[in-house]
């Protein structure tokens, strides 16, 4: 049954290569500068299937069994269209752009070192006859690692001024996972690619794994009140898990929000003390003004006013010292002192 449907995705792969992502790139006289059409059209084509899956099956759950009920979705658009320029340009147009050449520099590097081509899983006797185990490895190696990444993104002022965007939505939707600095895409993706391959995943791997992830997300940030049971909620991220993590700040219990960082796996909460169970959804998003202003803006303004306070945090001293910060009028982080709890 798998082989058949693998068999079906590559007669599909082929078919929009040849008749579609050839020709466009011809009359575009780009020949293979941005990549072999077959990637192109595998890339695109994954895309796709993924918000195919948004719109068929996540979309639904908010209209069936909504978590929070709306009066309109009007803070949701930018969301959706944030998804289609991030996955069917952004994203793609940085994998052929970036990521490969990082990859192939990263492979020469370790090559000129001496480390094994198969990475830290050729010190794991006998791995190559259980691919299963293999990829399982990967896969909580490279959550682990987003684990932390995720913590340091609200704990460094100049990372936050990137992630904040994501946080500053009120409608946390299906589509949300795409409100993303497209220059922490590139941070991002950039850190986990070294984890993999220092790991020694190979870039096929690596794309399920990604797609993997970004699908738990996608229906980690869906409006639903569907929950898969106290043991599922111990090991993998849950809707109602990750919109704890986007609740807006509650000065009477000031260190609440600071909660839910993982992923796909719940259990790095569970093991570093983050983890919050068991709170009734609360209003979500940012209390400060100039990050919660992005709900007033298009997809590109929004990316443009986070690359300002970024800069602004870089820039200044303040946006190196972890610590929880907001941004002034013009785009500095000013340190949050709360009185009342720690932190
Ligand atoms: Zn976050
Ligand atoms: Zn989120």
């Not at 986990?192 to 940030?221: S, Y």
Request: aromatic letters at 14%.
């Amino acid at each position: 049954m798998f082989d058949v449907l693998v068999q079906w995705w590559w007669l599909a792969v082929d078919a929009f290569s040849t008749h579609a992502v050839g020709p466009a790139l011809a009359f575009l006289h780009l020949g293979n500068a941005i990549g072999e059409p077959e990637d192109i059209a595998d890339a695109l084509l994954t895309a796709a299937l993924q918000i195919a899956i948004i719109a068929c099956v996540f979309r639904p759950l908010e209209f069936f069994a909504p978590a929070e009920n709306w009066q309109d979705r009007k803070l949701t658009r930018v969301d959706w269209r944030s998804t289609l320029a991030l996955m069917l340009g952004v994203s793609p147009l940085f994998a052929f752009l970036v990521l490969s050449p990082f990859a192939q520099a990263f492979s020469h590097a370790a090559a000129w070192a001496g480390l094994p081509d198969e990475g830290l899983l050729h010190y794991f006797p006998h791995i190559e006859a259980h691919p299963y185990l293999a990829f399982g490895l990967y896969y909580a190696a490279n959550d682990l690692a987003y684990y932390w990444m995720h913590r340091a993104q609200h704990a460094i002022p100049w990372w936050w001024a990137l992630h904040s965007m994501h946080h500053s939505q009120r409608q946390v939707n299906c589509w949300g996972n795409a409100r993303v600095s497209w220059l922490d895409v590139v941070i991002e993706s950039c850190l986990l690619a070294t984890v993999g391959l220092v790991m020694g995943v190979n870039a096929g791997q690596f794309a399920v794994l990604v797609m993997l992830a970004e699908l738990v997300q996608n229906l980690a940030h869906t409006n639903t009140r569907i929950g898969f049971g106290k043991v599922v909620d111990r090991l993998i991220i849950t809707p109602r898990f990750h919109r704890l993590h986007h609740m807006l700040v509650d000065p009477s219990r000031p260190g609440l929000h600071d909660c839910n960082y993982g992923q796909v796996l719940a259990i790095w909460d569970n093991l570093f003390g983050t983890a919050l169970y068991n709170e009734p959804p609360r209003p979500n998003g940012v209390g400060d003004p100039t990050v919660d202003a992005d709900n007033g803006r298009g997809v590109l303004a929004m990316q443009w006013y986070t690359l300002r306070r970024f800069w602004g945090a870089f820039t200044s001293r303040a946006g190196w010292k972890p610590q929880e910060a907001t941004f002034d009028t013009n785009y500095r982080p000013v340190p949050l002192v709360r009185s009342g709890g720690a932190h």
